[in-house]
């Protein structure tokens, strides 16, 4: 049995068949879970998760993240338990606040809360549970559903808040740590946070795996990889702050002006990535926010990951930007080296 677990998130930019032929792939490469991005205006996370447990075998599936205000709580478990009838048992429910609810007119307001009301809900719902629940966001008086799944269905919270750690802390099975840039002492930030909701409702905080996000391109073209993925360092540098790596503040305010140049979101392959970020972000400053590189390179990044006292990683696969290539061929390559990274790493536990 691997003492790792390794997840892979797809970001679902590509027809259905490619899709099903990603989720086998990333199967094939020896990932534990597959994650499908769950972005407004995207192809439907829940719909393809069920297509990929019809595809796949082994590996668990879920939401990377959803959130809990397009959907209603009853929604979420209905297909949960669609989803884990379909995957014979590999289902996880991935949440979190979401991403591009402003673009369709949605506040993400009190996300503490409505998470937590969430999956209190779900979580009785999917338990055959009569649920009667009067919450601040949601409320409920309902005979439950009509074919529940009777089983836990694991739940990761993915954040980089400290208020939603700390919820992570108290109710989640898996904490997804969201920042990009790892440091001993961001880290430890967040293992504290995650101990301190434990410890609010009196959890053994071990009970909860913690997974950090990465952002993972593998190319035998190192310097391609890194290319591929400048557009993220960018716009990872932006949202830290100045909790992120040092960078000259001349340097750092072109970077900004080259991002606010550049359209579309930052893992579109078919985006626009103002030229300057190419000189602008180095080398150095993508292996800030990714692991990167040739699949040995990316073996030897991923040992890094874990020595700082993990036992899992989430990889949020990046596609590599081959001239007039789709998403769906970038993303088969880097899944392709991914799967060998994986196989050089696991050698040497």
Known sequence: MNPFVFEAEITPGMGVEEFCELATAVEDAGFDRLGVSDVALWPDTYQLQVLAARSTKKIMIGSMVTNPYTRNPAV???????????????????????????????????PVTALRETIT??????????????????????????????????????TRSPQVMRLAGEIADIALVGARNLSPSSVANYKQWLSEGADRVGRDVSEVKIAPRVTLCV???????????????AHYLEIVGENGPEVEQVRKNDIFKALSRSRGWYFDHNRFDDPELESLVDDELVKEFAIVGTPREVAEQLEEVLSLGFSQISCNLAAVRRTGSSMAEGLFETIKGSGLALEFLRKKQ
């Open 76 to 110: 979420h478990a209905s297909a949960l338990a669609t989803l884990n009838d379909a995957s014979n048992g590999r289902a996880f429910f991935g949440v979190g606040v979401g991403a591009g609810l402003e673009e369709i007119g949605i506040n993400p307001l009190r």
């Open 121 to 158: 809900v779900i979580r009785s719902l999917l338990n055959g549970e009569e649920t009667f629940f009067q919450g601040s966001v949601f409320n409920f008086n309902t005979s439950g559903l009509v074919v529940p799944h009777k089983g836990m269905v694991p739940v990761a919270i993915g």
């Open 219 to 233: 190319s035998e073209d190192s310097k391609l990889a890194h290319s591929s993925v400048k557009r993220y360092a």
